[in-house]
C-alpha cells in the first residue's frame, strides 16, 4: 500500500539511493542487504519508511520494482520499468547506474535554470525597492509603501497567472506549442523534451524492453504531451511492421541528422548507443541555448527596470520643477 507523502523526494535523493543500491549489487549483496545498509543514510524519515517497505517485500521474495510501484509519487512509471527490465535481464547494477546518471543530469539541468533565474529576479525586486524610494521621497511613506504592494503585486500576479495557467493547461499540445515558440525558452524547452525522450528510449532498449512500449515510456517521460503523442503514434507504426526510425520519419518531430543517427543506429543494431549520442546531442544544444538566456535575461530584466525607474525619474522631477516660482 502507498504511504502518503507530506512533502517530494527530491532527485538528489533518489540518484544517492541508485549510485549505491548500484554499488551494493555490484559488490554481490542482495537486494534487501543493499537497502538495508543505505536507508538509514536519508534524512527524511518518510524515504526511510519507504525503504524500510520495499525491503520488507524484497524480504518476502517480491521484486523491487513491484514495491516501487506502489510509491508512485517517487518513483515514476519509468523507472519501475526500466528496475522491472534489470530484474528480467539480469542487469540490475546496470540499471541502477543509469538511473543515477539521468537524474544527476536533470538535476543539474534545473540547478542551471534556477541560476539563470535568480539574477533577474534579484534585479525585479530591488527595481521595486528604488521605485518605492522615488515615491517616498516624492509624497512620503505612505506613497512608498503603495509602490512596494503595487508593484510586488503586479510582478507575483503575473507569476502566480502563468503557475496556474501551465498547471491547468500542461497536458494540452497547443500550450506546450506556445511556450515552444516563445524565444530561447522554448528552444531549450523542446531539446529537453526531445534529450529526455531519446536518453529514456535508449535506457529502455538497452535494457531489453520492447520498442513499442520503450516509445510509449519514453513519450510519457519527455513531459512533453506532444512527444506523449509521438510516442504513441511511434509504438503504433512499431507494432505495424515499421522500424523504430522509419516510423520518426513519418511523425517528423527530429530534424534530419537526429533521423539519419536513428536510420544508421537501427541499421547497425546498435540503437540503445546511437539513442544515447543522440541524448548527448541534444543536451549540448540545449546547453548553448541555456546559456545564451542566461545571458539575455539579466540584460532584458535590468532594461525594464531601468525603464521603469528613468519614467519615474523624469515624473519626479517634472512635478517637482513645475512648482517652482516662475515655471
Known amino acids: 500500500m502507498a504511504l502518503p507523502l507530506t512533502k517530494p523526494i527530491s532527485d538528489k535523493a533518489l540518484s544517492f539511493f541508485y549510485r549505491q543500491m548500484a554499488t551494493l549489487e555490484e559488490s554481490g549483496m542482495t537486494p534487501a542487504e543493499s537497502i538495508a545498509a543505505i536507508e538509514e543514510q536519508f534524512k ?20 523491487v520494482s513491484a514495491m516501487m510501484e506502489q510509491h508512485p509519487k517517487v518513483f515514476s512509471p519509468l523507472q519501475c520499468s526500466l ?27 534545473r540547478d542551471q535554470i534556477l541560476v539563470a533565474l535568480l539574477y533577474p529576479a534579484i534585479v525585479l525586486h530591488v527595481g521595486v525597492l528604488l521605485l518605492a524610494i522615488i515615491d517616498f521621497f516624492r509624497d512620503g511613506w505612505g506613497a512608498a509603501l503603495l509602490s512596494i504592494l503595487l508593484h510586488l503585486g503586479v510582478l507575483y500576479g503575473v507569476l502566480i497567472v502563468g503557475w496556474a495557467t501551465h498547471r491547468n493547461f500542461r497536458r494540452s499540445q497547443r500550450w506546450h506549442r506556445f511556450l515552444d515558440a516563445i524565444p530561447w525558452v522554448g528552444s531549450v524547452r523542446k531539446k529537453l523534451s526531445q534529450m529526455l525522450f531519446t536518453r529514456t528510449l535508449g535506457a529502455l532498449l538497452a535494457s531489453g524492453v520492447t520498442a513499442s512500449l520503450a ?10 504531451p506532444i512527444l506523449r503523442m509521438v510516442g504513441l ?93 516662475g515655471c
Open 83 to 109: 528496475v522491472q527490465a534489470g530484474e528480467t535481464g539480469g542487469t540490475m547494477g546496470e540499471i541502477y547506474g543509469r538511473l543515477a546518471d539521468h537524474l544527476e543530469k536533470m538535476s543539474h539541468i
Open 233 to 325: 503514434k511511434t509504438a503504433e507504426l512499431v507494432e505495424g511492421g515499421r522500424g523504430i526510425a522509419e516510423a520518426f520519419v513519418a511523425v517528423m518531430i527530429f530534424p534530419p541528422l537526429i533521423l539519419q543517427m536513428m536510420d544508421v543506429g537501427e541499421k547497425s543494431g546498435r540503437m540503445p548507443e546511437t539513442m544515447a549520442k543522440t541524448a548527448q546531442i541534444l543536451e549540448d544544444e540545449a546547453g548553448h541555448a541555456l546559456n545564451i538566456m542566461m545571458r539575455v535575461l539579466p540584460i532584458v530584466s535590468s532594461l525594464i527596470v531601468f525603464a521603469f525607474l528613468g519614467t519615474k525619474i523624469v515624473l519626479f522631477y517634472t512635478r517637482h520643477l513645475g512648482r517652482l516660482p
Open 215 to 224: 516509445l510509449e515510456q519514453a513519450g510519457e517521460a519527455s513531459g512533453s
Open 44 to 63: 527524511s524519515s518518510e524515504f526511510r519508511t519507504i525503504l524500510g517497505h520495499i525491503r520488507s517485500g524484497a524480504q518476502e521474495g517480491r521484486s
